[in-house]
């Protein structure tokens, strides 16, 4: 189950994955998967590193006061740093593993200002986001950060992507909202501005106000602990496991289909759910007439996450 995590968390970072956000999320906490990004070839690193957010599902029980605490739209694209260096854009990187990411600065020319009136050294940091009116809108732009040569550099022209900051590394004020304001009038587009309403997005986050206070609590090696993002938790369901069944797909690869006791997921009536593959079986342990949970997010394929028997 960990090659497969791994293998679906690179596919979520290039831009095409294969389940969503939610079935990760669940597949990760059932096989306490904690990885973050993935490694890019020809990698540069970042000059300050990207953290990814600490989940919640309940805000009852969220890790701050939320209080103290910025609302924001979890928006949902492709992260982006931006390092500028003497007023000058120098160099955007993708995410990536959060200490390195792939070289994109060409195509982050054409979304931000190449000049601001500043001659600090800032690391801004933020989302590449497609309108949600866009198929795939989130693959749509972190497939756009990948098009390659002068071709690809005039196809993501023409393409309709707004960057959104989120974030500047040293901070630009004592206050979070303030920092934000700042980067407003550099001429950046910025998180708490930004009419998120035509746009995909995968939650609330919350970040500590004072800057200060956010420093003091810190981070772990993956997370900061002033900011956390909450996300609507999938329920699963319980049903059986009848029959798997092998299907020809369009690519000619050929994958296994549980056959389920028919069970009610929202208002749908689910009977089969995506395998994957062997191994993923192996992984789950699972068997003819074992008890499963399937989940269904969205408009995906139901599919499996964990026996119960």
Known sequence: MQDFLDRMSELYYEGTPAISDAEFDILA???SYNKVGYTVTDAVSHTYQMYSL??????DNSPLNV???QMTPKLDGAAVSLLY???TLEL???RGDGIQGRDITDKMRELVPNEINDTRLIQVTGEVVAPSSVPNSRNFASGSLGLKGLSGLEEFRTRPLVFVAYDATPHLSENYACSLEILHKFGLNVVTRFKAVDYPTDGIVFRIKSNEKYDELGHTSKHPRGAFALKEQVA???TTLLEVVWQLGKSGVVSPVAILEPCIIGEATVSRATLHNIEYIRDLDLELGCKVEVIRSGEIIP???RRLD
Do not use: M, P, S, W
């Open 54 to 59: 600490q989940k919640c599902f309940d805000i």
């Open 85 to 87: 260096v003497n007023g």
């Open 236 to 238: 699963g369901v319980e």
């Open 29 to 31: 906490d059932r096989h």
């Open 303 to 305: 599919r499996i996450v």
């Open 92 to 94: 955007a990187l993708t």
């Open 67 to 69: 209080e103290d605490c």
